[in-house]
């Protein structure tokens, strides 16, 4: 799969982002902020950066030292998850346009999720301390 466009936007329409992404692979965060955030395992893609339009209705919120979450102010949508320096993004799937063809590839933070759900797809799983080593040469922390 080659690197493509992808467009989003919140519920109401008045915040929308759009994005290259290398590959639309969904990966499921299951850290305590995300689930508490998006109401259940945050679904999101990966990209190196973002434009996003209709600021004036965008909330940012500093979730951690190395985090913050973007979500629209009208109507509340959680839209994505980005490092703090803004080098990376997740964006949520569910916010996309169009993601007909993603694929589900990988689950974060797996030794958070609660015992009462689990997913029926073969997933790439990583513990917290997992996602912290991969992420550790690139910068701190990685997510929250």
């Known amino acids: 799969m080659t690197a493509r466009k992808v467009t989003g936007k919140c519920l109401c329409g008045a915040v929308r982002f759009e994005a290259v992404v290398e590959k639309l692979e969904v990966g499921a965060c299951h ?5 508490r955030w998006a109401g259940g395992p945050f679904m999101a893609v990966g990209a190196s950066a973002a434009v996003l339009s209709g600021i004036d ?15 629209c102010r009208e109507c509340g949508s959680s839209l994505f ?16 346009q169009d993601a007909s063809d993603a694929t589900f590839s990988t689950e974060i933070f797996i030794d958070s999720k609660p015992a009462w759900y689990d997913f029926a797809n073969d997933t790439k799983k990583m513990t917290g301390a ?10 701190e922390v990685p997510h929250g």
């Not at 998850?81 to 996309?96: F, G, K, M, P, T």
């Not at 997992?130 to 910068?139: L, N, S």
């Open 31 to 35: 850290c305590g902020i995300c689930r």
């Open 130 to 139: 997992e996602v912290f080593a991969a992420f550790a040469p690139a910068q």
């Open 81 to 96: 998850w980005r490092s703090r320096d803004e080098s990376h993004y997740a964006l949520s799937v569910n916010a996309l």
């Open 57 to 71: 209705d965008l909330g940012i919120f500093q979730s951690s030292e190395w985090g913050e979450r973007g979500f």
